[in-house]
């Protein structure tokens, strides 16, 4: 039998208000103190966010209250685009303004790498690890998001959550052959991380440097940064909805993500 | 001196104390000289056509009608005669009553009504300084010509701002010159210093001995978040005595070539507009106290600019400007905002800059000690003192120089 379009929007709207299809906020709250990442001190730094009022009911807006904010593009649960990394500098649509709205919206297989994680604060993602996990939870499809979860996002509101130390930020992360498999040979959308960065906290010292952004934005993939609560999503079968402001020529964007998940299923 | 000076505790019940200020009228040849009592020099008028040195200030010489200027004189004197006031309607000083005044013969030759130390008597050589009321008018205080007097002399402790027993926040404590401050503080008998630390936090920098003295309290606190001002200031338990601002934002750089904008607004987010939220946060909190102090840390290059760190010197000018505002808005509430300029810090923010540079301990010192004198304005180390008396002389052509 044949499902229209109609039909299948239908389905999905009364599956999400009948509660069969749960909505799950993937999104931390942007606050001046979300930790935003720290570069070595040579490089230009990223902004926290910023927040101040304009009026709240008083003598400079009597009726009505509202803010002035400010941020890095990159600041909060955020998303990467192409071009935010040289490698992705002449890639087509490689703006948040250009990317084809199809892409905001995409399945997700979720890896669980939170035991790894909670005992090496460094682990890295590898090729070997990536196939170990599709030999036992089935290979992971196309164009699908890959959501790494480390409950690094339980860190949040901690130093340990940038987990900065005398020899630079620890936190986990793939490494180039990881990523070039996810890129190459599963043909990934981009990958979603619970950390500040989606490469590894130092990544910067790796043979091939900063493999995430390098191979994701060079290929046209995206990132997305400071998620939670991916420990609500099953392992296959969630939609991830993730659109960043339409900020010309902009390298990324503070954004909500969501998912939408069969309930019942995590 | 390492024993804590035991918190304040007070009647839950009682209302809350007025505080006054001394009648603050005056002549503008008496504002003349607040200025120079201001950075803690004694002055008296002299005259230029019969040398006549005269007290209170005046417009003409009352010896010859001649012209007076301003010169640095010698302190000493001898107490003539004391007298105790036990009445006045004046509510500032019926807050303070029995109150000591005296006359003294100055070695510079008038003969001055000057306050006077508990522990002077008619007949005792006095050594005389110029200083500032609560209001922050000058006023002549004598004292026993030994450093070692009494400094818990309750009419003294008007004039100067007591550190031993106060609650105090360090803004940026984990700095070079946060960590002297924090240090010098502690050894003094502060009672409470609450330290800001500025994020990016490494998990190992709450750890450093200075922060881990007995007394100190570490708060995350960036004066450029109103947030994170507001909760570090909801973390001090108790009332707020002093604030020490020594946040501030180095970076070299130009203005049309070598600058980099992010780090321009930043320096101005700190210095300036940073001092403003300070001030908006903390000033209420200081104006209920009986000696109430804010101490700004302020680079020398707010005088006149730097060609070499122009953003920086920018941002501490317009620092500078919102200080003056801020101390005329502090007046009335017997708050004291002081200001201690400073040339480059022996810090990591000043490895090109090739010394002479001030030692964070010594900007340390010069703080308490600008506190423990309720001096105004002070100068720390050769360069700013070189720049506020090339400034004080001749602006234009110091502006000139510094930027050549």
């Known amino acids: 039998m044949t499902v229209t379009a109609n039909q299948a929007l239908s389905a999905m709207l009364a599956g999400i208000a009948g509660g069969t299809i749960r909505?799950?906020?993937?999104?931390?709250?942007?606050?001046?103190?979300?930790?935003?990442?720290?570069?070595?001190?040579?490089?230009?730094?990223?902004?926290?966010?910023?927040?101040?009022?304009?009026?709240?009911?008083?003598?400079?807006?009597?009726?009505?209250?509202?803010?002035?904010?400010?941020?890095?593009?990159?600041t909060g649960t955020h998303f990467d685009a192409p071009a935010h990394w040289v490698t992705g500098r002449d890639v087509a649509n490689g703006t948040v303004d250009a990317i084809p709205p199809e892409d905001f919206l995409h399945p997700a297989v979720v890896i669980d790498i939170t035991r790894e994680a909670a005992e090496d604060e460094d682990f890295i993602v590898t090729r070997g690890f990536l196939e170990a996990w599709e030999a036992a939870n089935g290979p992971i499809p196309s164009r699908h998001w890959i959501l790494l979860r480390s409950d690094w996002s339980k860190r949040v509101g901690t130093l340990s959550y940038l987990n900065l130390k005398d020899d630079g930020a620890h936190s986990p992360g793939p490494d180039a052959d990881a990523m070039r498999f996810l890129v190459h040979e599963r043909d990934c959308v981009g990958l979603g991380v619970e950390t500040v960065g989606t490469d590894a906290g130092q990544a910067s010292l790796f043979d091939e440097p900063l493999p995430a952004h390098s191979i994701l934005h060079g290929n046209g993939r995206y990132g997305l940064q400071c998620l939670t609560g991916l420990d609500q999503l099953p392992v296959f079968g969630s939609v991830i909805i993730a659109m960043p402001l339409k900020i010309k020529g902009g390298s990324g964007s503070p954004l909500r993500v969501m998912a939408l998940a069969p309930a019942g299923s995590d | 001196m390492t024993e804590r000076a035991p918190r304040e505790r007070r009647d839950p019940l009682a209302?809350?104390?007025?505080?006054?200020?001394?009648?603050?009228?005056?002549?503008?040849?008496?504002?003349?000289?607040?200025?120079?009592?201001?950075?803690?020099?004694?002055?008296?008028?002299?005259?230029?056509?019969?040398?006549?040195?005269?007290?209170?200030?005046?417009?003409?010489?009352?010896?010859?009608?001649?012209?007076?200027?301003?010169q640095d004189c010698k302190s000493g004197g001898q107490l003539l005669a004391n007298t105790i006031i036990h009445a006045t309607t004046d509510l500032y000083f019926r807050d303070h009553l029995p109150w000591r005044m005296g006359t003294v013969a100055l070695d510079a030759g008038p003969v001055a009504l000057v306050h006077l130390h508990r522990d002077l008597a008619p007949e005792d050589r006095v050594e005389v300084r110029l200083m500032l009321d609560r209001g922050g008018n000058a006023a002549l205080f004598a004292l026993p010509p030994d450093r070692g007097f009494d400094m818990t002399d309750p009419q003294l402790r008007e004039f100067i701002v007591p550190v031993q027993g106060k609650t105090v926040l360090v803004t940026d404590a984990h700095s070079a010159i946060g960590l002297a401050v924090v240090k010098a503080l502690h050894d003094t008998g502060a009672g409470l210093i609450v330290a800001g630390m500025l994020p990016p936090a490494r998990l190992a920098d709450a750890d450093h001995p200075v922060l881990r003295l007995l007394g100190v309290q570490v708060v995350p606190l960036d004066s450029s978040d109103q947030v994170s001002l507001s909760e570090a200031l909801s973390k001090i338990g108790g009332p707020l005595d002093i604030v020490i601002n020594t946040a501030r934002h180095v970076r070299s750089g130009g203005v049309s070539g070598g600058t980099n904008i992010v780090e321009q607004r930043r320096a101005f987010e700190v210095a300036a507009i940073g001092l403003t939220r300070l001030a908006q946060s903390c000033g209420p909190m200081l104006a209920g106290r009986p000696h109430g102090a804010f101490v700004d840390v302020i680079s020398s290059d707010a005088l006149t600019g730097s060609a070499g760190h122009a953003g920086f010197a920018a941002a501490e000018a317009a620092r500078l400007s919102l200080l003056q505002a801020f101390r005329h808005e502090m007046r009335e509430t017997g708050v004291r905002v002081l200001s201690v300029f400073t040339g480059p810090v022996e810090d990591e923010h000043h490895q090109s800059v090739p010394p002479p540079k001030v030692a964070p301990a010594r900007l340390a010192t010069a703080i308490i000690e600008a506190l423990q004198q309720g001096r105004e304005q002070t100068c720390v180390g050769d360069v700013a003192s070189d720049a506020m008396t090339r400034w004080l002389a001749d602006p234009a052509l110091y502006a000139r120089e510094k930027n050549l």
């Open chain 1, 23 to 74: 909505a799950i906020d993937l999104t931390n709250i942007l606050s001046s103190d979300f930790p935003v990442i720290v570069l070595p001190s040579e490089f230009g730094q990223c902004e926290p966010f910023r927040m101040e009022t304009v009026s709240r009911y008083d003598a400079n807006g009597p009726a009505w209250y509202w803010n002035n904010i400010s941020m890095n593009e990159h």
């Open chain 2, 15 to 70: 209302r809350k104390k007025a505080r006054h200020t001394p009648p603050s009228a005056r002549s503008r040849a008496m504002h003349a000289m607040s200025a120079r009592a201001a950075m803690g020099r004694f002055v008296l008028q002299v005259c230029t056509k019969c040398g006549t040195a005269t007290y209170p200030p005046r417009d003409a010489c009352p010896a010859c009608w001649g012209e007076l200027v301003w």
